[in-house]
């Protein structure tokens, strides 16, 4: 609601004087609002990050951005973050190749290139689909990812129950989410959750349920890789795997 002009804030007077003609229950009201402004022009609002590792990935190579995999997470979200805003955590929902073992190799090193920035890796699970061809016989395993989204709306609703932020940024472009950043949204009106949609990755429904939405682009992508060689806490150095150079 627009605020009349005669409600504007003003410095409180000083001690003793009460303006000619202005009641004291309306000073008192003014000077509220002229310590709340400043109190929320003061804040830092909690932001945590809820990433779909899958959604992410899959955005990145259908753009052919191959060679952003090597790719900081951390330092991609603080990358949008203002100046009244705080980074608290980055939760990233993913799952363990485990068909593959050349794949495994290289998703291990940067799960652990993740964690070496402070990213807490949530796993679902990879459930094998076995797949026949009629006209020639052969088959062949589909993987297909399970709980990853349950996972990620389960941490969103539960983290804004327990007040653990005031923004929520969720990054993927998956429709099954909707329900539960709606419910945020609605239910909990001092938070917000905002939606960064990865390459190729915009969905209307997720439009029309969030705060605000970011499109993150090749740019950004490729401004945040992580250098070549990155050394873990304990002295191991992992290193970008060729494949993604």
């Not at 291990?108 to 689909?129: C, F, H």
Request: aromatic fraction near 12%.
């Amino acid at each position: 609601m627009k605020q009349d002009s005669s409600e504007k804030v003003n410095a409180p007077p000083r001690w003793g004087i009460i303006p000619k003609m202005l009641s004291l229950e309306k000073f008192l009201y003014k000077d509220t609002i002229h310590w709340r402004n400043k109190f929320m022009k003061d804040k830092k609002y909690r932001v945590k990050a809820y990433v779909d590792g899958s959604n992410l990935y899959f955005g990145m190579i259908d753009a052919g951005f191959r060679n952003c995999k090597w790719l900081n997470v951390d330092k991609l979200i603080r990358s949008f973050l203002r100046s009244n805003q705080e980074l608290v955590e980055i939760k990233y929902f993913t799952s363990r190749i485990t068909h593959n073992p050349p794949k495994q190799k290289r998703q291990t090193t940067y799960l652990e290139a993740l964690e070496s920035t402070g990213v807490n890796l949530i796993y679902g699970s990879y459930q094998a689909k076995f797949t026949d061809c009629r006209k020639c016989g052969n088959s062949w395993i589909i993987p297909n990812e399970k709980m990853t989204d349950v996972n990620l709306a389960t941490h969103l609703l539960m983290d804004a129950f327990q007040d653990q932020y005031d923004i929520a940024i969720v990054v993927s472009g998956d429709s099954d989410f909707v329900p539960c950043i709606q419910s945020v949204n609605e239910h909990f009106l001092d938070k917000s959750v905002v939606v960064f949609f990865p390459p190729l990755r915009r969905n209307e429904s997720v439009v029309s349920v969030a705060r605000a939405f970011q499109m993150i682009g090749r740019k950004k992508l490729v401004e945040n890789q992580f250098p070549l060689h990155v050394r873990k806490e304990d002295g191991f150095v992992l290193e970008r795997p060729d494949e993604w150079s």
